[in-house]
């Protein structure tokens, strides 16, 4: 699965993409198996609230399914201006 961040998430990750194998079912579950990984990826989803998820370049939720999801982004809300 292609896994895609940006803005602030991609600073505090230090890629802006990487290519990530998981057995997981759901984003939240996705994240869970980031976050167990290092420290980095932690501070970067620390408040979920603070988050915005798209998958297959559709905006979506936490809860969401992954099955059949060839692409997950992570940022930050958009603000207008």
């Known amino acids: 699965m292609n896994v895609l961040y ?19 079912e759901t984003v939240s579950e996705l994240v869970d198996e980031l976050v167990a990984r290092e420290d980095r990826y932690a501070a ?21 399914k992954l099955e059949g999801v060839r692409e997950v982004a992570f940022f930050p809300p958009m603000t207008g201006g």
């Open 6 to 24: 940006f803005a602030w998430v991609r600073e505090r990750i230090g890629v802006p993409r990487e290519d990530v194998e998981t057995s997981a």
């Open 44 to 64: 970067a989803f620390g408040d979920r609230s603070a988050l915005r998820v798209a998958l297959d370049q559709e905006l979506s939720d936490f809860d969401a």
